[in-house]
């Protein structure tokens, strides 16, 4: 058992039929992947939203009273899950369903986007939506996330392609933050489409991103990274290399939508700029992965976004841990790919991409804080970092991965908060449950900041 000095904590759960982490240093690569540490009968000691202790129920007992005691006797307690990628902000009726139709038809993505829909129908309903709306669609969405056990989500902009639009975008981001659990890392994904308003001049909109947008970003400190959508027929990668050194001058680290559709050479340039991540990768050589495994670039896999493009194909997972890219998994949640759920990220990893359950875990929890920079706070349930768990109704974490579909959640812990208890959101009604209206468990003697 590993503790801090502290002998009294605010909360312990015990009697875990398992407790299942990934253990650092991050990132994980190759076998170390699906390395977990398992403790039957585990228990956790909580003080000042940090854990104190990990060990089995009967140590953790002996040494620490706590002011709350939570029994999960028969279920599984993980790390809370890391969504490194989504695209969370965009208008409420910025939902595409009727594209499903037009992609059973036989219409790929660029086709679709060619015909303005895609990006663009989301764009203009993002300009026409409020930054109050926008911050209250946010928390709707992040609400559905953390009942399925997401923790912490890194959220681009990137669907209002105006100046203003982009800041109005990032700073519904930075009031969702504020307001929900879940911790919200910010990105700027300015270059994420050429508008309407640049057609056929795509070496314009991206000096007005580079001119105009990414020092207002920065000067506001609206993101902690700069991503570009590297694509033929989008931005090239002459294109993403100007705007990603330029975020690097602004103090926004890189990432990279890379190699989704065809091999642009992105995963060779996110080695090059030592981006935090290149993301996507179906399409990138070998070469450009060995760049990144040497670089310490995180690759994040996206399984549900070819599922949803229907592609027929997905990113060669194996092949990426063979050659010792740290592999992370995430939703790419956007309209296009309307997936909240990591826990079914993860069982599509294993079922298309052929991981383990214990790789996909650890590449939804630490390799995930890996690739936004937090590795070092959350991902793996060690004595000193938050204290964001998962409390699943199974007896084991292989069920993550093999269970296609289902919410396993019972509990959240959120920095040493009940935010999800029973399946219900228990935090002070700041987001919207699904239904809309405000879903909330106030149970006295919680002290929950929210």
Known sequence: MAFLTAREADLVIYHASELATPVGPAPLTGHRLGQLKVIRDGAVAIKDGLIVAVGRTREIRRFFEAQDELDVSGMTVVPGFVDPHTHLVFGPEGFRPEELEMKIRGLTYMEILARGGGIMRTVRATRATTEEGLARECLRRLDLMLLHGTTTVEAKSGYGLTVEDELKCLRALRKADEKHPVDVVPTFLGAHAVPPEYEGRPDDYVELVISEMLPKVAEGKLASFCDVFCEKGVFSREHAKAILTTGLKCGLKPKLHADEFSDTGGASLAAELKAASADHLLCSSEGGLRAMAKAGVAGVLLPASPLTTMLGRFADARRMIELGVPAALGTDFNPNCPVENLQAVMALACYCMKMTQAEALSAATLNAA?????????????????????????????????????????????????????????????????????????????????
């Open 370 to 450: 890996y690739a936004i920079g937090l590795s070092d706070r959350v991902g793996s349930i060690e004595v000193g970092k938050k204290a964001d768990l998962v409390v699943l109704n199974v007896p084991g974490h292989e069920h993550l991965g093999y269970r296609l579909g289902s919410n396993l959640v019972v509990h959240v812990v959120k920095s040493g908060q009940l935010v999800v208890e029973d399946g219900k959101l228990s935090y002070r009604g700041l987001g919207s449950s699904p239904g809309g209206s405000c879903q909330t468990v106030c149970v006295p003697g919680r002290g929950r900041p929210w």
